[in-house]
């Protein structure tokens, strides 16, 4: 069995190591780049949208008339 000096050596030794390796990790992981996220999408969306709501205003307008009784 090892003394007791000698196993908190050891595991500060080996704390150190992980924080080190994951300062460093961290360190690498922030240097990489990320890519933008895809514009045609959203332009997709975008273009769909005047026709909805010119579908759902026409539903609206069929609704009224329903409710006024023409």
Do not use: C, H
Request: hydrophobic share 45%; glycine share 6%; no cysteine.
């Amino acid at each position: 069995m090892l003394s007791s000096w000698v196993r908190w050596l050891l595991f500060g030794t080996v704390g150190l190591g992980v924080s080190l390796y994951a300062m460093d990790t961290v360190r690498l992981a922030s240097m990489v780049p990320v890519p933008p996220p895809a514009q045609a999408k959203e332009t997709q969306k975008d273009e769909r949208k005047p026709a909805n709501a010119i579908a759902k205003a026409s539903q609206m307008d069929k609704v009224a008339d329903a409710l006024a009784g023409n």
